[in-house]
């Protein structure tokens, strides 16, 4: 047991950040990244079980660990009214996961434990800050967003009849923000003026998934899972300086400021259905939809500020609070999955999958620290097993994509006529061991 604790405690710890561009519900093994990120139905290890589906826990059987590491290597391109070309930097970064699953004893009913990232968006940019309100600009700025959620997860699956299987699964997400940016306020008295913003806050929010798997013959079985919206209060700090805009505007007022933050996230809720056809003795193809409901979810990022430290500002305010809140307007999510396993010896599998995803980031608040524009995605892998031991290699490639604004709603109008332009390449190896 005290191999299993210290391979768990691996999983977590890795699952801590990741530079990439993913936003919700990423993949968490290999197996999964390889079909296209799609769930493998009773062919699926613990991992993806408690994060898309729990009833696939019924089909595990003997205890079986999953350990996962990822690593992921992101490219990125931004212009906008300046000549200076921008673009991603330190743009690698490592993620990864841990479960464990098991049924108890002779009865129907599984159970199972992990933790897995949700959230992997965190990039970092470099550009230059195009002219603002008065004319400013705070020069080539170092850009830093993330939007990290990890899960930590129980789940229960039970076999109600030969055919039938339901389950459930309760998480903790764990979510944290960090925006580090030249920041223009939005909807308050300050409002089209620009500072530059350091903030950080981090919370905990809880959420539910449900799932069944029904087996209508031998070689065909069909799946569906729903995962509830999660409301996640984060607090922490924001710091500022605002020397720059101050002076455009001949103001005598200290430039740098520190409030208490408070940041509410929403995660969409989101339902999945797919489908597991034995084609053949040897070739198994998937088929999988998902909705993620971010229409109700990002409507806007409202920012909530106390205890502001600098008097100027407090004194124009009137008080030593203040509320933003960012535009984001999201549309709802579809996406498309599609995969093949092929057992090409006893031991060994080839897979491959291809995903198609909207975006669900309209152009009139796109920025680069927004940019969840990946719509295409090809993936191929490997899956060996031998004895108590099972080890999957995977590689996706999220295909280059682009978008362009025209007119932001953001304002200022900083964001006009900008264009940014992303291609993502990740690599995950998955360990599983049974006892």
Sequence with gaps: MRRFYLLFLAGLFLAVRVKAVDV??????????????????????PTDSLAANPAALTFIG???????????????????????????????????????????????????????PVSLLSDQWRYAD?????????????NKSAFIALQPTVGIGIQVTKRLAVG??????????????????????????????????NGVGYNGTIGA?????????FGLAYKTETTVHTTGTANGNASTQFAALGLPF??????????????????SANI?????????????????????????????????TNPDINALLGSSSLDDSIPLAWRNQLAWRAGMEASVTENATVLGGYSYTN??????????MTADIMRNALSTGISYHRSRYRFELAYQANLPSSAEVGTSQLLAGEYDHSKTSLWLQTIVLTTGIRF
């Design 276 to 308: 597991a056809w034995q084609a053949r003795r040897r070739i198994r193809t998937h088929l999988q939809a998902d909705w993620i409901n971010w229409r109700s979810a990002f409507v806007n990022l409202p920012v909530h500020l106390t205890g502001g």
């Design 213 to 221: 798997i029904f087996t209508a013959t031998r070689t065909l079985e």
């Design 62 to 116: 003997r205890p079986l660990l999953e350990v996962s590491g990822m690593g992921v290597l992101a490219h990125g391109a931004y212009q906008n009214s300046t000549p200076y070309l921008g673009s991603l930097s330190n743009s690698a970064g490592l993620a990864g996961s841990a479960a464990f699953a098991s049924r108890v004893g002779a009865s129907r009913v599984s159970l199972g434990v992990g933790v897995f």
């Design 168 to 201: 459930a699964g309760f998480g903790i997400l764990y979510n944290a923000n960090t925006l580090e940016t030249p920041y223009i306020f939005q909807n308050n008295a300050l409002s089209g003026l620009k500072t530059l913003l350091n903030l950080h806050t």
């Design 254 to 271: 200290q430039p740098t400021f520190r409030y208490t933050a408070k940041v509410n996230n929403t995660f969409p809720q989101s339902v």
């Design 130 to 142: 195009p002219a603002g309100t008065a004319g400013v600009s705070y020069g080539i700025q170092t």
């Design 359 to 368: 975006s669900p980031v309209p152009s009139r608040t796109l920025t680069p």
């Design 24 to 45: 919700y519900g990423a993949a968490s093994s290999a197996q999964s990244v390889a079909l296209g990120g799609l769930f493998a139905g009773s062919g699926s290890g």
